[in-house]
């Protein structure tokens, strides 16, 4: 059996742990060869890959795309031509293949009220204004990240009494980001909640915090900024318990046992034990885990961490 899993982008370290647990499980459980296809966060790279399904050797194929309806008639051509198909995070338009997706909603929801607790105790006197970077016209990311991360905050403080600036595209790349936050900081200096929503984007959004004098705290007592990130890579881990850093969150999203389930799914269709099509496409969703300065400890962390990452960390090597 050949595979082709797709990524978005092997840019995030998620992506790149996901990536490798699945080669390695579907080949120990099932003995079948996974294919990574790299969609470089490029739409067009992510249609040419799909669309290449249907004339390939490929016997099925998880797709993880930020264009589902421009996929959806290959997607359709790839099933005729006998591949399995499913897709990861979003639903694809509508095919009715199954999903799989991280519970998200529920991190982004506990990750926006811890900020805002935080926020308040700190600086009873300074209203939250809060912006989200990242996907304003994705579905899945504005169900799961931008909307919940927003009402977490007014389960806090209440409606009415906070701004939220909204969510600012900056899906090209940390350099994107950088130019985002930058601006933000300019027309909205008083921003003090910030939801970077991927880690491959928060690298660029802390280079612009530091880059106006910002992106720090006094001993994890925030100052200027509270910034939450998604995806929990081992620099983000670092700023977190970092008392001097203003990034203190991060949605731990956990790539071997997302892709364990995903490559039991993927083989369940093609054994014909999962449906391929269904109305409405049927959904499966994973766990997440919210990595939380104020309210995890380190050890904890570490733990998750080299269970989900089949790393060895310890703590030193994230207190440096």
Not at 179 to 197: G, K, R
Not at 238 to 246: G, L, V
Request: with cysteine.
């Amino acid at each position: 059996m050949k595979i082709a899993y797709f990524v978005s982008t092997m840019a995030n370290e998620f992506h790149q742990a996901r990536a490798a647990a699945a080669i390695q499980y579907a080949k120990d459980k099932y003995g079948a060869e996974v294919v990574i296809m790299d969609g470089k966060s490029d739409d067009n790279t992510m249609i040419n890959n799909v669309d290449m399904l249907a004339t390939s050797d490929f016997d099925a194929a998880v797709l993880h795309v930020w264009q589902p309806d421009a996929v959806a008639p290959l997607v359709m051509n790839a099933i005729d031509s006998g591949v399995a198909m499913m897709t990861f995070f979003s639903p694809l338009a509508d095919t009715g293949i199954p999903v799989f997706r991280s519970d998200e909603a529920g991190g982004s929801f506990a990750m926006g009220a811890s900020a805002a607790e935080q926020w308040v105790a700190a600086n009873p006197d300074k209203p939250i204004v809060t912006v989200q970077l990242g996907w304003p016209d994705h579905t899945e990311v504005k169900s799961g990240r931008t909307d919940p991360f927003v009402a977490g905050i007014e389960s806090v403080v209440g409606a009415g009494n906070y701004t939220n600036l909204g969510c600012i595209d900056s899906k090209g790349s940390a350099d994107a980001t950088k130019e985002a936050m930058a601006n933000i900081l300019i027309t909205n200096p008083d921003v003090n909640i910030i939801y970077s929503e991927a880690g491959d984007l928060t690298p660029g959004c802390m280079a612009a915090l530091v880059d106006a004098g910002r992106g720090t705290m006094d001993n994890g007592v925030p100052t200027t900024e509270i910034v939450v990130s998604v995806d929990c890579p081992v620099s983000e881990l670092k700023a977190i318990f970092d008392p001097s850093s203003s990034l203190k969150m991060s949605l731990g999203l956990p790539p071997i046992q997302t892709s364990e389930k995903i490559i039991d799914i993927i083989v369940g269709v093609y054994l014909g034990e999962i449906a391929q099509v269904s109305t409405p496409a049927e959904e499966l969703f994973g766990e997440v885990y919210p990595v939380d300065f104020y309210k995890l400890q380190l050890s904890e962390v570490i733990a998750w961490y080299n269970q989900q990452f089949g790393t060895s960390l310890v703590e030193a090597d994230i207190l440096g």
